[in-house]
């Protein structure tokens, strides 16, 4: 495999996961479906470029370019951009934001110092103080299960506008990237049907086929590339 991962977990409200990577060589890899918004750092030879990346709902195959260094910063759900929907970044309608000369970024009316892998949560935190980031507690109320202070159309509406995508969507996403960890791990196909909660075999692949690209097979024999990928526990059914 071309590219090398490393991430770690965060203690701050807003932020899921830090990851950063390195590609060794060139290549293609799969990129599976994602539930979550990301702010990215790409540096190539000659390039910087900082991103804000939305989840993405279907896979798709990406060129990857040698000798690359990307770290991100993956936020926790129910974290939210106040100025701009999440729906508009869904799928690929990524925001490139601008870059000044002393390798600072744009964003919110203000210039950043570009965040790195060890300074993730300091520069969050500045973010949540200028009103960039947001975290709706209704989101992680759903997730969890308390659902007793929001009628069914309120979830809807804040999981619309936090995450870009309705709850069910969310479910059938995390359940595969679970599915996927599982199958990584060794695990056989009739273990994770049972493990993830699909019904069947059948269920499984299709599921798997519409939201990373790859049968149970193919991943189980790590045929391919895949994006980045950590251990994660069964999502709750919302």
């Known amino acids: 495999m071309f590219l090398t991962f490393e991430d770690r977990r965060s203690d701050s409200p807003f932020i899921e996961r830090v990851w950063r990577s390195h590609s060794a060589g060139g290549g ?3 990129s599976i479906a994602e539930s979550n918004l990301e702010l990215v ?17 279907a896979p798709s195959m990406v060129d990857c ?12 759900l129910g974290t939210y ?17 601008p870059l000044t000369a002393d390798d600072r970024f744009w964003f919110e ?7 790195t892998f060890e300074n993730a949560e300091i520069f969050v935190q500045r973010l949540a103080r200028h009103g960039a980031i ?11 299960g308390d659902r007793q202070a929001l009628t069914l159309r309120s979830v809807q509406r804040h999981f619309l506008r936090a995450t870009g995508m309705t709850q069910s969507q969310l479910q ?3 359940r595969a990237r679970f599915a996927v960890d599982l199958l990584r791990s060794g695990s056989s196909v009739l273990d994770v049907v049972h493990d993830a909660g699909y019904f069947d075999q059948a269920h499984l692949t299709r599921s798997l086929r519409h939201l990373t690209g790859q049968t149970p097979m193919k991943i189980l024999r790590k045929e391919v590339q895949l994006s980045f990928l ?9």
Not at 65 to 76: D, H, K, L, V
Not at 134 to 144: G, H, K, L, T
Request: charged letters at 15%; proline letters at 13%.
């Open 81 to 97: 951009l106040p100025r701009m929907p999440t729906g508009l970044l869904m799928n690929h309608n990524s925001l490139d934001l």
């Open 230 to 238: 950590y251990k994660t526990i069964q999502p709750p059914q919302l």
């Open 65 to 76: 370019p040698p000798n690359g260094q990307w770290f991100a910063i993956r936020f926790r």
């Open 28 to 30: 293609v890899f799969q």
């Open 41 to 57: 750092v790409t540096r190539l030879p000659g390039l910087t470029r900082v991103t804000l990346r939305g989840p993405v709902t």
């Open 172 to 174: 059938q996403i995390q």
């Open 134 to 144: 947001a975290c709706d507690p209704a989101v992680d109320a759903a997730i969890s």
């Open 109 to 115: 009316g203000a210039a950043w110092e570009i965040p």
